[in-house]
């Protein structure tokens, strides 16, 4: 997909801006100039203009290798009506930036993944500095920047971009903290023989081992699996969705036959698209 999509200049990307988010980053590590920058608002914002055709396609945060999934594109993901079509890594130094010097910070602004990647360092070095959670890392310099004793959690390019100092580098406590991203579009590429499958369903709760039943069918039809998250529903009370990552495309008879199997023990089955695993660890 990376390749078709670099060769054309009126594909355009919607992105969590402003400009300086690491999802902004994430764009031009994987298509430099070759596509035309969508700036929105929210991650919410970034899945509706690829559903209304406001853009081409769209890239989401999907999870961080020290604090875990975003847990807004999960949600979003319930009910999305796209589909993915390729996942892209980004590793991520997360910096202090201020006007203030930091014995004189009382509050420091970020995405909450930006909060959750640095709190060991905050509760280290700002233990009284207010939290406050907002759409975007770049949205919190921006903020930051128009406020006295104020601080935002971003990345180091948001520094020139919106006239901060670096007050701290590389605060995040993970270990090669990296930021996996999924590309959205209206459908997935064909299977390239090293694909992943991203699947959501809902189980019946009254009927006790039937997520397990779910779960066995995969290793039933070889197909490994990779994540599983699970989200509120929304409907009603202790009632879950699942969201499963396995090997296998989507075209494959492996998956379809695993997908029709779940189809007896699952409700509301739904394939959320098929993209070439990006992974570079070895470890799939
Ligand atoms: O706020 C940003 O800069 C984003 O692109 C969002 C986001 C995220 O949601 O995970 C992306 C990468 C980092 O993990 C921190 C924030």
Not at 35 to 61: C, H, L, M, N, S
Not at 214 to 220: A, E, T, V
Request: with cysteine.
């Amino acid at each position: 997909m990376s390749a078709s999509i670099a060769l054309q200049k009126d594909v355009s990307i919607a992105y969590l801006g402003p400009p300086g988010t690491f999802s902004h980053q994430a764009v031009y590590q994987r298509f430099g100039d070759s596509v035309v920058y969508v700036p929105q608002k929210q991650i919410t914002d970034v899945f509706e203009a690829v559903e209304k055709g406001r853009a081409t396609y769209g890239i989401v945060p999907y999870e961080n290798s020290t604090f875990g999934s975003v847990v807004e594109t999960l949600d979003y993901l319930i009910k999305a009506n796209v589909k993915v079509r390729s996942e892209t890594y980004l590793t991520v130094h997360q910096c202090l930036l201020s006007n203030s010097p930091l014995d004189k910070i009382n509050k420091v602004y970020s995405h909450p993944q930006g909060l959750g990647q640095t709190q060991e360092w905050l509760s280290a070095h700002l233990p009284e500095a207010r939290r406050i959670s907002v759409k975007s890392t770049a949205q919190a310099a921006e903020q930051a920047s128009q406020e006295i004793g104020a601080a935002a959690i971003c990345s180091e390019i948001c520094s020139e971009l919106y006239g901060l100092d670096i007050v701290a580098r590389d605060i995040e406590h993970g270990v090669a903290n990296t930021t996996r991203f999924l590309i959205i579009g209206t459908s997935s590429d064909a299977p390239t023989g090293n694909d992943h499958t991203l699947l959501r369903f809902t189980v019946d709760h009254r009927q006790p081992g039937a997520l397990c039943d779910g779960l066995k069918i995969f290793k039933d039809h070889g197909l490994n699996l990779f994540k599983i998250d699970s989200r509120p529903s929304g409907l009603r009370p202790w009632h879950y969705v699942f969201f499963l990552e396995c090997s296998g495309h989507a075209n494959s008879e492996k998956v379809q036959l695993a997908v029709k199997d779940l189809n007896q023990y699952c409700l509301d089955v739904a394939i959320l698209g098929s993209f070439p695993n990006e992974r570079t660890d070895g470890d799939c």
